[in-house]
């Protein structure tokens, strides 16, 4: 079984429509990261969590939320989808004992029509 | 402002050849830099991380090295393969004061032909 885990995989939606994407790790890491990649314009940091009550926003934040439900797990939230979020999305853990190495999860590929 | 550069943007090699794939970064404050892989329409893999206190690491046939003076990073894949095939990652990671950044290189797309 995977160590990262990310469901859904693919997701279409409409603008103005809720969504969640979840994120499950099962590497004991106590921190996690949310990312989403655009073509050319490589992958950039949304949110991350150093442990369950520590939620830090990234370089590219507005537009979502997160929640972190247990060491394990992480999901990010789009309130309100816009097309220009449309993008992969992915999750990623590390542990600051194991020196900062990031393992990520497969991906989400969401197109907001 | 922290950024990370990677040059070329794509590579073409021949079976065999040694070479050599860079990253760029500002600000030498570095606390750590990692090497991915990415397969077309999948997630990355990691293939070394190097504190800020190392010089290189090395896994196969993959060396990584770190100078932070200068601000660069290079990766070393030695008798490339067709199964080395991917896009190329580098990102470098900064913890400055408590905040935290975690910047990518927009990648070297590398194909190894047969």
């Known amino acids: 079984d995977a160590d990262v885990t990310q469901t859904p995989r693919n997701r279409i939606t409409k603008t103005g429509k809720r969504i969640m994407l979840e994120c499950s790790q099962t590497?004991?890491?106590?921190?996690m990261y949310w990312y989403r990649q655009d073509p050319g314009l490589g992958l950039r940091l949304i949110y991350y969590?150093?442990?369950?009550?520590?939620?830090n926003k990234g370089e590219i934040s507005d537009g979502y939320s997160v929640s972190r439900q247990a060491q394990a797990k992480f999901s990010l939230s789009l309130e309100s989808a816009i097309p220009n979020q449309t993008a992969l999305y992915f999750c990623?853990?590390?542990?600051?004992?194991?020196?900062?190495?990031?393992?990520f999860g497969p991906g989400t590929r969401l197109t907001v029509l | 402002k922290q950024e990370v550069t990677q040059i070329p943007a794509a590579l073409s090699v021949p079976e065999g050849e040694n070479l050599v794939l860079n990253c760029s970064f500002t600000?030498?404050?570095?606390?750590?830099l990692q090497w991915f892989r990415q397969d077309p329409g999948k997630g990355l893999t990691s293939l070394l991380l190097?504190?800020?206190?190392?010089r290189e690491q090395t896994s196969g046939r993959l060396n990584a090295s770190l100078d932070k003076s200068s601000g660069r990073s290079t990766l070393y894949i030695a008798a490339s393969q067709p199964g080395d095939s991917a896009t190329y990652l580098c990102?470098?990671?900064?913890?400055?004061?408590?905040?935290?950044?975690?910047?990518f290189g927009t990648g070297t797309r590398l194909k190894v032909l047969a």
């Open positions: 990102a470098a990671h900064w913890d400055t004061s408590g905040t935290y950044k975690y910047i």
């Open positions: 600000d030498s404050a570095i606390y750590n």
């Open positions: 990623a853990t590390s542990s600051f004992a194991g020196g900062g190495t990031q393992y």
């Open positions: 190097i504190q800020s206190s190392q």
């Open positions: 969590s150093f442990d369950v009550k520590d939620i």
């Open positions: 590497k004991g890491h106590d921190r």
